[in-house]
Nanobody, 125 residues
Framework: VQLQASGGGLVQAGASLRLSCVVS????????VGWFRQAPGKEREFVAA????????HYSSSAKGRFTISRVDAKNTVYLRMDRLNPEDTAVYYC???????????????????WGQGTLVTVSS
């Protein structure tokens, strides 16, 4: 499985961005795709996930209400729409995938087998 993340950039506080993650290779109805982010000097943290081909969606507390994860299977793409961005959202955003995650593990980065290269989001105040 290969993942290609894109869509990052420099925006002002309050703006919106949509990140894209193209997933290629072997996927199935059991594949979970997640978004994580890593700010300078901090650990990688969970942002959102589309569990098992979209059966359910899940968000971190900081993302809930502002970010939306969605998928277009015909394009093999998972999106992360981010609204009302603030400087604390500045980070490199990564998409990740796994074929066998259980619900209790989807927020844990080291449970994902496949990772994209990351896309930088910078939010200025």
């Amino acid at each position: 499985v290969q993942l290609q993340a894109s869509g990052g950039g420099l925006v002002q506080a309050g703006a919106s961005l949509r990140l894209s993650c193209v997933v290629s290779g072997r996927t199935s109805s059991s594949t979970t795709v997640g978004w994580f982010r890593q700010a300078p000097g901090k650990e990688r943290e969970f942002v959102a996930a589309s569990f098992r081909a979209g059966t359910s969606t899940h968000y971190s507390s900081s993302a809930k209400g502002r970010f939306t994860i969605s998928r277009v299977d015909a394009k093999n793409t998972v999106y992360l729409r981010m609204d009302r961005l603030n400087p604390e959202d500045t980070a490199v955003y990564y998409c990740a995938a796994d074929h066998s995650l259980i619900l209790s593990s989807l927020r844990i980065a080291n449970q994902y087998d496949y990772w994209g290269q990351g896309t930088l989001v910078t939010v200025s105040s």
